[in-house]
């Protein structure tokens, strides 16, 4: 079982920066890809950010260019930061990862998920 703690969201006006961050507690299987998801009131749950094991990240066409997402992988903990914030980038953000489990000798694996309880990022025009 792993344990995801994030930092405080926090409100800001349009064009201004946030860093939200998130520590994972010990897992046994290697924690293969870290991310953020935000879902705004009304909306589905939406991802923001991800970045693999081996550094590779993915950023949600809103957010290219505005968020960087980085991961320190010997603390377990992955960092967002978020800058020119915009009004619609309001919600809540919710941390996730993925661990890969090693089912057998051959190398079959299952990915298993976890999320944070989310914290909230207002941002007023």
């Known amino acids: 079982q792993v344990q995801l703690s994030e930092s405080e969201g926090g409100s800001v006006q349009a064009g201004g920066s946030l860093r939200l961050s998130c520590a994972a507690s010990?897992?046994?299987?290697?924690?293969?890809?870290m991310g953020w998801y935000r879902q705004a009131p009304g909306n589905q749950r939406e991802l923001v950010a991800s970045?693999?094991?081996?550094?590779?990240?993915t950023y949600a066409d809103s957010v290219k260019g505005r968020f960087t997402i980085s991961r320190d992988s010997a603390k377990n903990t992955q960092y967002l930061q978020m800058n020119s914030l915009k009004p619609e980038d309001t919600g809540v953000y919710y941390c996730?990862?993925?661990?890969?489990?090693?089912?057998?000798?051959?190398?079959?694996?299952?990915?298993?998920?976890?999320w944070g309880k989310g914290t909230l990022v207002t941002v007023s025009s």
């Open positions: 996730h990862v993925r661990v890969r489990i090693v089912i057998n000798v051959e190398g079959a694996f299952r990915d298993k998920d976890y």
């Open positions: 010990e897992s046994r299987s290697p924690i293969n890809s």
């Open positions: 970045i693999s094991s081996s550094g590779s990240t």
